[in-house]
């Protein structure tokens, strides 16, 4: 079974941009959720999308914003980029939701200028 | 706030050693408290603990949970140069999940 992929892997964007990445869970998993991970916050919470719907959000702005389409692909866009944003950008797939193991995608790396 | 707390921050030991990885945490609306192994890039699953008392074990590797302590600690036995890695703490609650900000093991040949 193939894992949860994410595009692109690395990505360089300025300030004021903005970007959208990409992530294909695991088939059969309808559970989608997202993570922002730097150095110095760690891992954070962005969002969670089960069918076609924002089901958790965490404590980001609104930025940050997701969808996820009707074969539990999902997208994440972040506008007006800041140098902040820089970071390490995960998805995870799971059957149901955030209660179950998640599997993670292998993230993309994002760097603002 | 909720909040999850890992220590040590780091950790070097010599191979074969047992190390002990701690996580407490503050959490409203606990469900469930989750182990994950950082080596490259995306965490790998290790453990889902519910229930106090339990001891999960996999191989080398065991994790128990005391919810009225709030805390849970993993456990690695004869710790190998391929262990290490960032071991992430992780507490799911009602609408979210909160990570703690991980252990940096190295093992030593």
């Known amino acids: 079974k193939a894992g949860v992929t994410q595009t692109p892997r690395y990505l360089i964007k300025t300030r004021g941009q903005q970007v959208t990445l990409s992530c294909s869970p695991i088939s059969g998993h309808r559970s989608v959720s997202w993570y922002q991970q730097t150095p110095g916050q760690g891992l954070q919470f962005l969002f969670e999308y089960f069918s076609e719907t924002q089901r958790n959000k965490g404590n980001f702005p609104g930025r940050f914003s997701g969808r996820q389409f009707s074969n539990s692909r999902s997208e994440m866009n972040v506008s007006t980029l800041e140098l902040g944003d820089s970071a390490l950008y995960l998805c995870?797939?799971?059957?149901?939701?955030?209660?179950?193991?998640?599997?993670f995608g292998p993230g993309t790396r994002l760097l603002v200028l | 706030e909720d909040k999850v707390v890992q220590s040590p921050l780091s950790l070097v030991v010599h191979e074969g050693d047992t190390v002990t990885l701690n996580c407490s945490y503050e959490v409203t609306n606990f469900r469930s408290l989750l182990w994950y192994k950082q080596e490259k890039k995306a965490p790998t699953f290790l453990f889902m603990l519910?229930?106090?008392?339990i001891e999960k074990k996999s191989g080398r590797l065991s994790s128990i949970l005391d919810k009225k302590e709030l805390f849970s600690i993993l456990n690695i036995t004869a710790t190998q140069t391929g262990d290490s890695a960032v071991y992430l703490c992780?507490?799911?609650?009602?609408?979210?999940?909160?990570f703690g900000k991980g252990t940096r093991l190295h093992i030593l040949p």
């Open positions: 519910t229930s106090s008392g």
């Open positions: 992780a507490v799911e609650a009602r609408d979210k999940i909160i």
């Open positions: 995870a797939s799971s059957l149901q939701g955030l209660g179950e193991t998640q599997y």
